[in-house]
């Protein structure tokens, strides 16, 4: 039985990610609350895919209180997976802080360690710009800027 729910899920999840292209039919409210609900469940049941569309799509199209907490959450669960888009914005984020959470370079500079390792050439550049610039509670270091910087021209950026 719990075959057939797991299948369900991700049929469902199929079908709403293919539906998400339609504008129109985002627009109509009880259609995107079921799409939502599709990513909201594979998220739940661990798929990393699903963490890190549904994680991206609460960051930026979330609406209400604890919003960007939740979204972060299924970010980070995706990065840790090895998704480099998700660990990539989760630095970003970090980076940004909030009026709930100060900005933090160390924290930014650990998730875009592992995006540049996962192949995420945006994140190794940003990493190099941090170590070259020294910002916030992380000192400048011109060495680390450099390897992040090859690493960056490596991945094509």
Do not use: I
């Amino acid at each position: 039985m719990k075959v057939w729910w797991h299948l369900r899920a991700l049929c469902g999840y199929w079908v709403a990610r293919r539906l998400f292209a339609w504008r129109w039919l985002v627009a109509q409210p009880r259609a995107w609350t079921w799409m939502q609900g599709q990513y909201a469940r594979m998220a739940a049941l661990g798929h990393v895919g699903a963490q890190s569309f549904y994680g991206h799509l609460l960051l930026f199209r979330g609406q209400g209180f604890g919003v960007r907490g939740e979204a972060l959450r299924l970010l980070k669960a995706a990065a840790e997976a090895g998704d480099g888009k998700a660990a990539y914005q989760v630095g970003r984020q970090l980076l940004a802080g909030d009026v709930q959470e100060a900005a933090d370079a160390t924290q930014a500079a650990h998730w875009w360690v592992l995006a540049a390792e996962s192949g995420h050439a945006l994140a190794a550049h940003q990493l190099a710009e941090l170590y070259r610039s020294g910002q916030g509670n992380l000192a400048a270091d011109a060495q680390a800027a450099e390897l992040w910087q090859r690493r960056a021209t490596e991945l094509g950026l």
